[in-house]
């Protein structure tokens, strides 16, 4: 059967070719057949652009009885030598002879395509509706985006992931250039098997300017200039980066004029392309070491030594100088410091009074806390109780030192349980601290129930307190396992959320300041809360017009981080639903032996001392070292059991620990037995504590105006 041909019936059309019309000059005639026969060779089965009389072997795709792009010419189907044959219901393949005038739209895909003025109409053109001005300039009538989708769907490949590879954005003044070089980009990226999408319009870039048209400025010899550039976006996903360079050049090669291209192409690496970056560091550092020490350059790089880690290890950290640097801003911000600035009574009334520089400074007042959470394990012992048996020993000797260490029963009251078992964790964690060694007689072990005083400034600071810095706070948001940028309009938030959770850094900041504690170790995670309690001092003081509140400085310690013997990348914690990965301070030595031998470690054979690549044998050698006699450090134990396997650093761990928590154990026992010394000792802290909480509230007390001046 002989080809299809297509012919086209509309009003005011005759039966000639295209162009053979004689509406178009022989210039344009002669544009059109050699675009036709420059399309047909290039792309010989591709689908013919709109607009453009086709003729050869160049196709276009459709059923017979649909109107032509939305005219009401209908397109139907002969055969060479039949008159008319029946429709059929199938797609066919038509060859363009006609054009019909009032096709809608008549595009601008093609340069081919002559604009309405190259035609005799008698109807002045009409601009459709979506045209852009810019547009109309050319003479182009705009395509709507739906038939143009529908027109280039058979240009579409599948995509498998739906991945960006390059986003090609494309940029003319010429509405037709333009368009005609998006259809040719997406007929290249067709035959080159790349998902292409687009083009998608792009908002326009106006420009304007004004110029005088002679060398007198006035308002008549203005001359008015303006400017638009269009721009399309066409945006292939999955292509390989080969092909897609590939395409890209092609482009470049065949670029139309009048037309500007830029492209933005994604590569995809690896997801362990850091660690190789971090191999190829450590490789990079032990070439050029030998080179170091050749050149006399170890002292300006000791990460190089033997002991440069250590010596790096020493040097301040961005968060200790920023905490220094703060202390420091406030001290000058007030004149003095605040611990030498009191509230006098009735002889200045109500005037501030600063302190001599030759007077000997204030007490040192150091104060933390622990929650009643039972007995403390391991991490806790080696972590914040470590330090403050250190801190101990220091006001041992200086008696310029103040202790006050509280069992925080009432923040214990957000997470409600039964009443029993608070009870008995309050008791164990006070065993507890007394059987680590700290002595009521040099520092104040108390309840933070007992002291009333804490009550009154707590709402006295909640007066004063910020709800938007509450609400940024991490504290209720980790308690509640929300993200950390939840506000308090979450759903969420408003559903869990209770007073006592949110207002917890309030009463934090009363537990320190109702002791005017100028000294508070912390760990990383409670740096926020004593920022915070900061804040309180600085709003209460600048409200009241009184510097009766201290403003704490951190005290960040260096302690052994812990972790989970189960699971060596996770902290040490009790909320470990699994019991052995975990060791407390009161386990019997078979308990200790059990959990250790069960510790995760590797099967690498030797010992060395990585904590990013092998956490279970660092984990140990970090409990070794902080039980040590010797004080070595992880890195030098590591060297000693270099030829020894993991049993026996375990039964090395185990040895130690036993020996070094065997008098915490028979002194926690004690105490869990004679509950009347365990009572003493708290009681003795408690008239301390009380004593100290009701000389800073009568400062406070007067300054607010709520002090009972008749009593």
Known sequence: MANPRAKISAEGFDDKPFTQHPRLSRGKQDECAAVNKAIGALFPRAIAPRGIPVVGDAHCSGFDTAPCHGCHAQLSCHNKGDEVSQPRRRPLNHEVL?????????????????????????????????????????????????????????LRREVEYG????????????????EFFCDFALRAAYYLGLPAFGPVPLPRKIQRWTVPRSVFVHKKSQENFERITLRRLIQIRDGHPETVQLWLAFLQKHAYYGVGMKANVWEFSKLDVAKEMDAAVQETEKLLEDKWEHLGYLQRKPEFSPKGKEVVEKLPKPEEIEEFLATERRKVSAGSRSAGIEVQGKESRGAVKTKDKSEKPERKVVFSAIQPTGIPHLGNYLGALSQWKRLQDEAIKDPNIKLYFSVVDLHALTVPGPKEALVASKKQTLAALLAIGLDPEHCALFYQSRIKQ???????????????????????????KLDADTSLEDSRAKAALKHGLFSYPILQAADILIHRATHVPVGDDQRQHLEFAREC?????????TNCLVAPETVIAPTKRIMSLTNPREKMSKSDPKARSRIHITDAPEEIEKKIKGAVTDALGNITY???????????????????????TPAQLAEEFADQQAPD???????????????????????????????DAEET????????AGNTMSMVEKAVGIYDFFH
């Open 685 to 692: 802290g408690t008239i301390r504590a009380i004593r100290s």
């Open 610 to 632: 990585d904590p990013v690549e092998r956490p279970g044998i660092a984990n140990l050698l970090d409990i070794l070292s902080a039980f040590d006699k010797q004080g070595r």
């Open 454 to 480: 804490i009550a009154n400034l707590y709402w006295i600071l909640g007066c004063t307190s910020s709800m938007g810095y509450l609400s940024r706070m991490t504290q209720w948001k980790s308690k509640l």
């Open 649 to 679: 650093l375990k039964a090395a761990v185990t040895k130690a620990l036993i020996d070094g928590l065997a008098e915490i154990r028979d002194r926690y026992q004690f105490f869990q037995e004679n509950e009347k010394a365990l009572k």
């Open 537 to 545: 001092v600085t709003n209460f003081n600048s409200t009241w017009k």
């Open 98 to 154: 006609r054009k019909p005038s009032k096709c809608l739209p008549v595009t601008y895909s093609s340069v081919a395509s002559p604009p309405p003025s190259a035609v005799a109409t008698n109807e002045p053109p009409k601009t459709p509706a979506g045209q852009k001005k810019g547009e109309e300039d050319e003479g182009i009538d705009r395509m709507p985006r739906s038939i143009e989708a529908f027109w280039l769907k058979p």
């Open 163 to 178: 991945v960006p590879m390059c986003d090609l954005q494309l940029r003319s003044y010429s509405a037709r250039n333009l």
